[in-house]
Nanobody, 121 residues
């Protein structure tokens, strides 16, 4: 059972990136999936999450209107589209699974290796 985030990189302020979260060993839409991020010296922050079956989504206020979470069940992959990126979006981004949609990091499991997003000119 594993989740692997990818798609990070260096992008200029105002730019976009699409992060992917590929699942192996389980069916992605059987679980709620959350995106979290952690910047140096800061606590892990919930960014967005999506429920298992009915597609309910949540976004942190800091990313609302700029990030979009989506799921491709045929590829067993979750995406996070990042737009209008700012320097304070710089962090390592992780995905993880939970039984039900929520924003509490300790309720999530199968944390994979994160992907670095750096927003800088």
């Amino acid at each position: 059972v594993q989740l692997q985030a990818s798609g990070g990189g260096l992008v200029q302020p105002g730019g976009s990136l699409r992060l992917s979260c590929a699942a192996s060993g389980f069916t992605l839409d059987d679980y709620a999936i959350g995106w979290f991020r952690q910047a140096p010296g800061k606590e892990r922050e919930g960014v967005s999450c999506i429920s298992d079956s009915d597609g309910i989504t949540y976004y942190a206020d800091s990313v609302k209107g700029r990030f979009t979470i989506s799921r491709d069940n045929t590829r067993n992959t979750l995406y996070l589209q990042l737009g209008s990126l700012r320097s304070d979006d710089t962090a390592v981004y992780y995905c993880a699974k939970a039984a039900k949609i929520n924003t509490v990091a300790t309720s999530y499991a199968s944390w994979g290796r994160g992907t670095q997003v750096t927003v800088s000119s």
